[in-house]
Structures are given as C-alpha cells and as structure tokens.
C-alpha cells in the first residue's frame, strides 16, 4: 500500500536552503498545515568543499551550459546526502541554488532538479518555488515574507515588526500580525534592501583567503569610508519602490569603491554599506516597526549589528530573542511553503513580489507509491 500527503491538518515537511553566500546547504523540519506553525523539528547543515564553492561560483550569472549544468549535480548530490539523514517527514521543499536573477529580463534560475530528490530520496518534493511568480510580473523574491507572517503569530506578536535577513543579500519584510493571513491586504511588504555578505565574503576571499569576516574581526579594526559610502547610496535601486529584488552580483562596483582602501578599512566600508541600504530600506515600511528581528548569517556579524541600531529608531536584535532559530529560518520557510503549494496555497503576494495577483509557485513530484489523500 503506498503513502500518501494529507491534504489537510499539519503534516512534516523538511526544507532546504543554499543561500546566495555559497556556505552551504541547511535543512530543517516544520510541522505545519501551511497556515500556522505547529512545531520546529530537528535540523541539519552541510557546508560546501572549497571545491564545490568554486564549481557554483562559476555558474553566478550563467543562463545555461556546462558551468550551470556542474553547479546543479553539486546541488542534487549534497542535497541527497544530508536530507537522507532526515526523511521522518511527509514532503520535502527544495529551493536549489539560485546562480541567475534577473526577473526584469530573462528571469530567474536556481539550479536542482526536484525530480532527481524525489527518485534519490523516495520523498514527494516541491520545487522551482520562483518561476511562477516571474511569468505572472513578480520578482520571484523574497519568497520567505508569507513564512515571517506565520512566525509574528507563533510567536504572538501584536504590533508591527520587521524580519531582516541578511544572506549574500539582504531582505526585508515588514509584518503586520493584526492582519490574519498573509495574503491579506496590508499584511505583508517585502523586498530586497541591497547587498548584505556576499561582498563582503568576496572582498575578504579576494584580498585574504578567508571565507567571511567572523565575528565583525577585520571590520571593528577599520575606518568608514564615508565617501565611498554615500557614492553606494547614490545607486537608483535604493531611490525605487518595493517591492524589488536583487541578484548576488548586482552591485559590483561596490569592491571598486573600496579597492584603494586597507584590508580593515574597505571591510568596514562594506558592511556600513549593508547596514545603510537597510536603513534607507526601513523608510518604507507603512508605520513604524516596534522591533527588527535580524536572521542569517549577517546577525553574527557584531559590528554590523551595532551599524544597524545605531541607525535604526526601534529595537534591533537577532530572532533568537523569540525562540526562534536564525540559521535555520530559510529552510523552515521553504518547508513552509512547500505545505502551501502542495495544497494550493498562494507563496507569494502583490506587495510581497510585486506579482500582479497572489501566486502558488511550486512544481509538486510525487515519487512512485505516493498519493494525495483527503483528511
């Protein structure tokens, strides 16, 4: 007798995240019905070799051939190993790795084939959460703001707050709890605020061999270049209305503003840079946030925390002050979502994307010996 995915009433989906900084694949279980959240289970993390980061950074930018082809086995391959370490679940999400942005133009690709998991780990999997949202006028992202609205509830907020996670880019989503689903008009904004690490890992990287700045080290030892840093905020980007979105490798001037600079120096520029697009982001927001929960990577950064309430008016603290798990956010959010479309819930929204209408964006394949089943 085969298995089945309820089509009602909290199931165990696992998600998976490799974000934009190319540290990695997180994995992590959420019980949920795809409205609220019933529970956080276990989680995992596998970081990528030095030599899979470079098979996936030669695939930034590329549309298709053999460089996108590689990045997408190295997807599948690390996938498979760390999920089959975690299949006490009903449904998967798999978000792949986004090597292309570029809604405006050609679109989006994030490489990952669901199909390959769901043969590979005998799991149903929803997958290429973005396309959608693309061919009906969106951005595609950020795809994680309908999760944050479930979070300000579970955590039983109820005033506006903001979510900020700062990945390779940083983004934003203001939530109003008072709103009762995440569709709903005046809910949820989002957007992309700028680039967040993923100049700084490159800049490090390029000048040191190191993979990031842990623990803010080479920054707290350097000077703001402030005129390199209002030449940044001159960019149109910041001047335009969400929702927007970005690429990792939208900014790349942003090394040759600091390329004079010492090592300390350019470093702190860049992540003033960071705090300073989210602050000129937060002026959007309808009201007044009564509080900034950061995730990502970027929250362990101190001196980038300090940057940002420094030039914030509300409290700014990472979303371990409300239990929950910033390393593990994405990936819960794209479990999350992966409930939402296999039930024929919208992801993704007008003031979220910018999509013209609330959207589903998901494929759904069912392994062999697996159903749909009602209750």
Same mark, same amino acid.
């Given at each position: 007798?085969?298995k089945?995915?309820?089509?009602?009433g909290p199931?165990?989906a696992?998600?998976?995240?490799?974000g934009?900084?190319?540290?990695?694949v *997180?994995?992590?279980v959420?019980?949920?019905?795809?409205?609220?959240?019933?529970g956080?289970?276990e989680v995992?993390y596998?970081a990528?070799?030095?030599?899979e980061r470079?098979?996936l950074?030669?695939? +930034? #930018?590329q549309?298709s051939g053999?460089?996108?082809?590689a990045a997408?086995r190295v997807?599948?391959?690390?996938?498979v190993?760390l999920?089959r370490?975690?299949l006490?679940?009903?449904?998967? =999400?798999?978000?792949?790795?986004?090597?292309?942005?570029?809604?405006?133009l050609?679109?989006?690709?994030?490489?990952g084939?669901?199909?390959?998991l769901?043969? %590979?780990l005998g799991?149903?999997?929803v997958?290429?959460?973005r396309?959608? *949202?693309?061919s009906?006028?969106?951005?595609?992202?950020?795809?994680?703001?309908?999760?944050?609205h479930?979070?300000?509830q579970y955590?039983g907020? !109820?005033e506006p707050?903001?979510?900020l996670?700062? #990945?390779g880019?940083?983004?934003l989503?203001?939530?109003?709890? &008072?709103?009762? &689903?995440?569709? *709903?008009?005046?809910? +949820?904004l989002a957007?992309?605020? =700028?680039?967040?690490n993923?100049?700084?890992n490159?800049f490090?990287?390029?000048?040191?061999?190191l993979?990031?700045?842990?623990g803010g080290?080479v920054?707290?030892g350097?000077?703001?270049?402030?005129?390199?840093l209002?030449l940044f905020?001159?960019?149109p980007?910041?001047?335009?209305?969400?929702p927007?979105?970005?690429?990792?490798?939208?900014?790349p001037?942003?090394?040759?503003?600091v390329?004079?600079?010492s090592?300390?120096?350019?470093?702190?520029t860049?992540? %003033?840079?960071?705090?300073?697009a989210?602050?000129?982001?937060?002026e959007?927001c309808p009201?007044?946030?009564?509080? +900034?929960?950061?995730?990502?990577g970027g929250?362990h950064n101190?001196?980038l925390?300090?940057?940002? &309430?420094?030039s914030l008016?509300?409290p700014?603290?990472?979303v371990?002050a409300?239990g929950l798990d #910033?390393?593990m956010?994405e990936?819960?959010?794209?479990?999350y +979502?992966a409930v939402r479309?296999?039930?024929?819930?919208a992801?993704?929204a007008?003031?979220? !994307?910018?999509?013209r209408?609330c959207v589903?964006?998901?494929?759904?394949t069912?392994p062999?010996?697996?159903s749909m089943r009602? #209750?």
């Amino acid at each position: 007798m085969g298995k089945a995915i309820s089509k009602s009433g909290p199931v165990r989906a696992l998600g998976a995240m490799s974000g934009t900084s190319l540290d990695g694949v *997180d994995v992590a279980v959420l019980e949920t019905d795809g409205q609220a959240i019933f529970g956080f289970g276990e989680v995992g993390y596998r970081a990528y070799s030095s030599e899979e980061r470079a098979v996936l950074r030669a695939a +930034l #930018g590329q549309w298709s051939g053999d460089a996108v082809t590689a990045a997408a086995r190295v997807v599948e391959a690390a996938h498979v190993e760390l999920m089959r370490d975690h299949l006490d679940v009903d449904l998967i =999400g798999f978000h792949g790795q986004t090597v292309a942005h570029a809604p405006r133009l050609q679109g989006t690709l994030q490489v990952g084939d669901g199909s390959v998991l769901a043969e %590979a780990l005998g799991r149903p999997v929803v997958w290429d959460f973005r396309s959608d *949202d693309v061919s009906m006028g969106g951005e595609g992202a950020p795809l994680a703001p309908f999760f944050h609205h479930a979070c300000a509830q579970y955590i039983g907020a !109820t005033e506006p707050l903001c979510f900020l996670n700062l #990945g390779g880019v940083g983004n934003l989503t203001y939530v109003d709890p &008072r709103v009762a &689903r995440p569709e *709903d008009a005046g809910a +949820l904004l989002a957007f992309d605020t =700028g680039p967040a690490n993923a100049p700084i890992n490159d800049f490090l990287q390029a000048r040191l061999g190191l993979q990031m700045d842990e623990g803010g080290k080479v920054a707290s030892g350097g000077t703001v270049e402030h005129g390199a840093l209002e030449l940044f905020l001159a960019e149109p980007y910041f001047s335009r209305m969400p929702p927007k979105s970005l690429d990792r490798n939208d900014f790349p001037e942003m090394i040759g503003l600091v390329s004079e600079l010492s090592d300390a120096d350019a470093t702190a520029t860049l992540t %003033a840079m960071c705090a300073a697009a989210v602050a000129q982001g937060m002026e959007h927001c309808p009201e007044p946030p009564k509080r +900034l929960l950061v995730t990502g990577g970027g929250r362990h950064n101190p001196v980038l925390m300090e940057m940002l &309430r420094v030039s914030l008016d509300c409290p700014v603290e990472p979303v371990e002050a409300v239990g929950l798990d #910033g390393d593990m956010l994405e990936a819960q959010a794209f479990a999350y +979502l992966a409930v939402r479309v296999a039930r024929g819930l919208a992801t993704s929204a007008p003031r979220t !994307t910018g999509v013209r209408a609330c959207v589903g964006g998901g494929i759904l394949t069912v392994p062999d010996g697996w159903s749909m089943r009602a #209750g």
